[in-house]
């Protein structure tokens, strides 16, 4: 079942050359599972045709306030309570005018004011008239009064001029609106994720290895298919299966890790390190198996690249998040890792703890993010991770979103 199935909403269109936008909106909406009412002022119907809307919403286009057949059907105050979301797209800076300062005067501000549900607004306008310092009062007054500003874009505009002001893309809004009805879902969203052990080898029969088993990682994948990203796993040498509907690259050794992470971290939106990357790998590797010494014996070891820093530094890099794996000081250690990293969140484990970490069932983690934590109890791996998927998700949406505004 989609994430939109039996929402109400109430799309408000104003007069703008983006009006034909709205129409897409309304199908994606209507795909998406939603039922959907259109409200058009006077000058919406200047660019785009109430039959065109009325086709496809299914239900006739409301207009006027005074219309006694409207008002007789679903008039302004039923249908300000029927809406779950109120989203007006385009919303002109008419139309904010109005909306700030209390106008009833027609059907869709009267409808504004009579609602108790959230009003999103998608502005769509010159770039000149949005930068315009009453608009951006208006727009602050809105805010503070808790309405969602979904956008404007930046882009060439109608007007042949190119800034801050064009509506966001139908594909946009509707992502919008599922990201508010449900926001830890990550329908469409590329997720690269590594797991497991890295090996290093020093000959064709020993390695330097760690403990990991690739259950947090693997957990974690899952969590995230789960939620609708669409995940590639780029996986150490463990003896798990691949789960279900996620693509994934076996790989041996860090240098091969980070080769397979820069090959496909382009088409990512997300990207979570929970391997346990070796930070050293000896300098040479023998061809045939070392013989065994009398005397002591040296391994020279030469660092290896830290995949999730090389991601984070990438001119254009996608939302990060890393694990920390500390044997002390958990939140401390993890808090300066995620900095000196320059990635958005981290999860710190303690894996020298009797319980969690490292090849057990279970874990207990904290997530931390710049000026927050969160504390997640001793519980199965399969378990934590849907918490962890979700928690990552609201604030992976949450970026994006204040990236687009
Ligand atoms: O696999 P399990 O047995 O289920 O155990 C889970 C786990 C303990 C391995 C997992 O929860 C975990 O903590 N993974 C990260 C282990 C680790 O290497 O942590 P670190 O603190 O050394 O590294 C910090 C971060 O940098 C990690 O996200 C790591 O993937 C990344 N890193 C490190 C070195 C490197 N060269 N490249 C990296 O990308």
């Known amino acids: 079942m989609s994430h939109l199935s039996g929402k109400r909403v109430l799309l408000g269109v104003t007069g703008g050359i983006a009006a034909y936008k709205s129409a897409i909106l309304i199908r994606y909406l209507r795909e998406a599972g939603a039922d959907v009412h259109v409200v058009m002022t006077a000058s919406a119907r200047a660019f785009i045709g109430t039959l065109t809307l009325q086709a496809l919403s299914g239900h006739p286009v409301h207009e006027d306030l005074m219309d006694p057949a409207q008002e007789a059907a679903m008039g302004h105050i039923q249908l300000a309570r029927w809406a779950d979301l109120?989203?007006?797209?385009?919303?002109?800076?008419?139309?904010?005018?109005?909306?700030?300062?209390?106008?009833?005067?027609?059907l869709l501000s009267a409808l504004c004011l009579a609602t108790t549900a959230p009003i999103a607004l998608a502005p769509a306008m010159n770039r000149e008239m949005w930068r315009n310092p009453v608009t951006q009062q208006n727009k602050a007054l809105l805010e503070s009064r808790g309405m969602l500003f979904w956008g404007p874009g930046e882009g060439a505009q109608a007007c042949g001029e190119s800034g801050p002001g064009r509506l966001l893309e139908a594909e946009q809004l509707a992502r919008r609106v599922q990201d508010w009805f449900a926001p830890g879902d990550l329908r469409g969203v590329g997720v690269l994720l590594t797991a497991g052990p890295t090996r290093e080898p020093l000959d064709p029969v020993r390695f330097l290895g760690n403990r990991s088993s690739g259950k947090m990682g693997y957990a974690l994948a899952t969590a995230l298919a789960e939620?609708?990203?669409?995940?590639?796993?780029?996986?150490?040498?463990?003896?798990?299966?691949?789960?279900?509907?996620?693509?994934?690259?076996?790989?041996?050794?860090?240098?091969?890790?980070?080769?397979?992470?820069?090959?496909?971290?382009?088409?990512?939106?997300?990207?979570?390190?929970?391997?346990?990357?070796?930070?050293?790998?000896?300098?040479?590797?023998?061809?045939?198996?070392?013989?065994?010494?009398?005397?002591?014996?040296?391994?020279?070891?030469?660092?290896?690249?830290?995949?999730?820093?090389?991601?984070?530094?990438?001119?254009?890099?996608?939302?990060?998040?890393?694990?920390?794996?500390?044997?002390?000081?958990?939140?401390?250690?993890?808090?300066?890792?995620?900095?000196?990293?320059?990635?958005?969140?981290?999860?710190?484990?303690?894996?020298?703890?009797?319980?969690?970490?490292?090849?057990?069932?279970?874990?207990?983690?904290?997530?931390l993010w710049e000026g927050g934590h969160e504390r997640f109890p001793l519980a199965p791996k399969s378990l934590l991770a849907p918490q962890l998927a979700a928690r990552i998700a609201e604030h992976f949406h949450a970026k994006v979103t204040a990236e687009d505004s």
């Open 86 to 106: 109120v989203l007006v797209a385009p919303a002109t800076a008419n139309f904010m005018a109005r909306l700030a300062h209390g106008l009833a005067d027609d």
């Open 227 to 367: 939620a609708g990203a669409e995940v590639c796993l780029v996986s150490g040498p463990v003896s798990l299966d691949c789960p279900a509907g996620i693509s994934r690259v076996m790989v041996e050794t860090a240098m091969e890790m980070y080769d397979a992470v820069m090959e496909r971290v382009v088409d990512c939106a997300l990207f979570v390190a929970a391997a346990a990357v070796a930070d050293y790998r000896p300098a040479s590797v023998s061809a045939q198996k070392l013989k065994k010494k009398e005397h002591e014996v040296e391994i020279s070891l030469v660092p290896n690249p830290d995949i999730l820093a090389e991601v984070a530094a990438l001119p254009h890099p996608p939302f990060t998040v890393g694990f920390a794996a500390e044997t002390e000081r958990l939140e401390e250690y993890a808090e300066t890792k995620r900095r000196a990293k320059g990635i958005d969140m981290i999860a710190a484990n303690l894996v020298d703890a009797p319980e969690g970490g490292f090849e057990r069932d279970e874990n207990a983690l904290t997530l």
